[in-house]
């Protein structure tokens, strides 16, 4: 059973930058992993993902603004995400796709004031 932990959220004006991580319990290397965010009373969206080649995409809300990414050798996913709006409030969530299954973190929130 793969655990992750996000940490790197907070409260951060409009405009400003947070950097998220996600700690893996194991190797994510070829694994295909994701960030998503879920605000309150919505359902969670994707909002990043990077495959197993390690090719990204991105919702089209944060293209331009957001770069998931990760460092294998310390088995953590990352999520840079600049130029920030009070639309981007919500809940983020570490997602990995291993053994068939997914698995999640506990999520980490980021609050973007006007």
């Known amino acids: 059973q793969v655990q992750l932990v996000e940490s790197g959220g907070g409260l951060v004006q409009a405009g400003g930058s947070l950097r998220l991580s996600c700690a893996a319990s194991?190797?994510?290397?070829?694994?295909?992993m994701g960030w998503y965010r879920q605000a309150s009373g919505r359902q969670r969206d994707l909002v990043a993902v990077?495959?197993?080649?390690?090719?990204?995409n991105y919702a089209d809300s944060v293209k331009g603004r957001f770069t998931i990414s990760r460092d294998n050798a310390r088995n953590t996913l990352y999520l840079q995400m600049n130029s920030l709006k009070p639309e981007d409030t919500a809940v983020y969530y570490c997602?990995?796709?291993?053994?068939?299954?997914?698995?999640w973190g506990q999520g980490t929130q980021v609050t973007v004031s006007s």
């Open positions: 997602n990995a796709k291993k053994y068939g299954l997914n698995y």
């Open positions: 194991e190797s994510i290397f070829r694994t295909e």
């Open positions: 990077i495959n197993a080649g390690d090719s990204t």
